[in-house]
Structure formats: C-alpha cells, structure tokens
C-alpha cells in the first residue's frame, strides 16, 4: 500500500515566475536547515527546468545570492548522465555553468556522480560518499533537507524510468539504471532515499507534461509505469511548482493573486 500524504502546488503564470519560486524555496530550506542542524544538504536535479532557478542563485543583483548559506551548503544531484562533467548533456555540467561558477560553494560541499565511470563504479562511488560526508553507519540512509526533482513526459523522475531495474533496488542508496528505451545508462537515487528527505519538490513547466502530471496526480497507482507516483515522502512534505501549462488539467483556486494555490489527497 502507498503511502498517503497531501501533495501542495503552485502554479505561476510563467515559467520565470516559476523559477523565482524555486530559487525562494531552495533559498529558505537552505537557511532552515543550516540553522536547525548547521548544514543544508540538497539533492537538486539535471535536465533543463532547475537552470533557470540556478542561474537566479547566482545572480548577485537578485535576493538569494546573498541569502544562501554557501559556506553551509553541501550539495548533491539525484541522477546523472554517463558522460564526462564537461559534455553537454552533464548535470553537473549544466549546473556549474549556470550556479557553480559563480558563487562561493567550496569543492568539497560539491558531492557530483562521476559520469565518466563506469555505471556501476559511478553509483558505487556516488553511494560511498554520501555514506562518508552524511556519517552514516551500518544501513542508515541519508536524509537530504531537500530533494528537487523534475519529471519527463513519461512519468519518469531522477533516473527511474518506467518498468526499468533501479524501481526495484533494495538497500541501496544509488544505482546504475539500464534505460533501454534511451540505449543507455543513467545513475540514480533509488525512491526510498528520496522519500528520506524532509522535503520533496517537482519543478515542472510546459504543455508537454499537462497530461502525465495529471495521471501521476489524479491517475490510477500504477508506479511501475508512472515511476514518479513512487514519491511520496515520510515527512509528508511533497508540493509542485508548475506553470500554467504544466498545471492545465489540475484542479486550482484562481481568486487570489499567483500563485495559485491547489492540494490533493493521494491516497
Ligand atoms: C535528468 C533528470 C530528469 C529530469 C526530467 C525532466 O537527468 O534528465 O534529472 O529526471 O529532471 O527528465 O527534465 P526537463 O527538466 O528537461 O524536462
């Protein structure tokens, strides 16, 4: 039996206005972990949606910049491509051009999975650090203070792709994942880690994940197809940053000024 939890979103009229969103809520997770517990450890996802939040974190003329614990922050990915940190389609990548270049996060606090390994070399690598940087013992698993995902047009979310290997990895905390449909491999956090984490946000905007948002919100429980209904985490704090067109086929409240404001029950 899943889990049940209440998902919260907010919908913005914009894919910008969605940004500023997230970078405001990655901005105060940051500062309430750091305070409660003296480092904010954040799982933050590749693909293109987070670029624009990224961009807005290291932008010295808006609010964040100078917001973000940087000394306190140790950051993480949830999934990687098999490629080098300089190729194109790096998560890392992308992220150290449009965030990690320009604000002062130390090398150490950056905690990448390494591409260019070989898949299961890099999941084992990737497992051993957090491991080491989180202090865990024995099968302790990490809880990240916040976990970013975003979501394909598949359903898919990290790099659990539908009715693929990693949706089923027990006591693990990072896989290689087979994703035949894309003849390749990916690393991933396995979904129990994920839903480890005290707070676990979906960046989503387009028309193009209108109809596989609504099944994964509104549709059957059928996560092995809809690998993003496997996020439902023990804290209970799940919410969706969207755009309007993402949005269209979710059921929101639009009296009040953006962003608007919708919840559901997932049983
Ligand atoms: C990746 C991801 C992946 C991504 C979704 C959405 O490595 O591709 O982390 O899960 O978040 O595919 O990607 P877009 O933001 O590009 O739509």
């Known amino acids: 039996m899943p889990r049940a939890v209440t998902v919260t979103y907010a919908v913005w009229p914009t894919p910008a206005q969605v940004a500023a969103g997230a970078a405001d809520l990655f901005t105060s997770a940051a500062i309430t972990a750091a305070n409660m517990r ?3 450890r954040i799982a933050i996802s590749g693909g293109t949606t987070p670029k624009a939040m990224f961009a807005l974190l290291a932008d010295r003329a808006q609010p964040y910049f100078a917001r973000v614990p940087w000394d306190k922050l140790e950051l993480f990915w949830v999934d990687e491509r098999t490629v080098p940190p300089d190729h194109k ?13 320009h604000v002062p996060l130390p090398a150490a606090q950056i905690h990448r999975i390494q591409g260019e ?4 070399a890099a999941a084992d690598k990737y497992e051993a650090e957090i491991r080491t940087s989180f202090r865990l013992e024995g099968a302790e698993t990490p809880g990240f203070d916040l976990a970013l995902l975003g979501m394909g047009d598949d359903g898919h979310t990290a ?17 290689a994942n087979r994703v035949e449909k894309l ?13 480890q984490a005290r707070r676990v946000t979906f960046l989503i905007e387009g028309a193009g994940k209108r109809d596989i948002l609504r099944d994964v919100l509104l549709g059957p429980y059928d996560p092995e197809t809809l690998p993003s209904q496997f996020i439902r985490p023990g804290s209970g704090k799940l919410s969706f940053l969207l755009d309007a067109a993402a949005a269209a086929a979710l059921p929101y409240d639009t ?13």
């Open 38 to 40: 003296g480092k904010a």
């Open 89 to 101: 389609d790096s998560n890392y990548g992308m992220t150290k051009a449009a965030m990690l270049d």
């Open 117 to 120: 390994l070989s898949p299961e």
């Open 159 to 175: 790099s659990l792709f539908p009715h693929t290997e990693a949706l089923n990895a027990l006591g693990r905390i990072a896989v």
């Open 183 to 195: 003849d390749t491999w990916r690393v991933t956090l396995t979904s129990p880690v994920i839903n």
């Open 255 to 267: 009296a009040q000024p953006p962003p608007y404001i919708g919840s559901l029950e997932l049983k």
